[in-house]
């Protein structure tokens, strides 16, 4: 009776064990969670990323207001009767 017991109180452990602190335990369950939460949000930051992205690109083949706001804020472009003037910050 006593060997029985033994054993399993022995089988006990061994289950608390693997549950508690194994690979599978609930530490490295909520650890998974945790970073499948974030690689989520993640997601959603480069899905709303994109989407600017693709209404970039929409913009910049259809409308000629985008490229003429771009070539002039990238390229410091003007019009002839525009005069250009540069701040330079000291």
């Known amino acids: 009776m006593r060997l029985l017991t033994f054993v399993l109180v022995m089988l006990l452990a061994a289950v608390q064990f693997q549950l508690w602190v194994g690979e599978d335990s609930l530490a490295g369950v909520y650890r998974l969670q945790q970073a499948t939460e974030r690689q989520r949000q993640e997601n959603v930051e480069l899905r709303q990323r994109n989407q600017r992205l ?10 000629l207001a985008a490229v003429e706001e ?10 002839e009767d525009e005069t250009y003037y540069q701040i330079v910050d000291r």
């Open 54 to 63: 693709a209404a970039e690109v929409k913009d910049l083949k259809t409308g």
């Open 70 to 79: 771009r070539a002039r804020r990238e390229l410091g472009m003007v019009h």
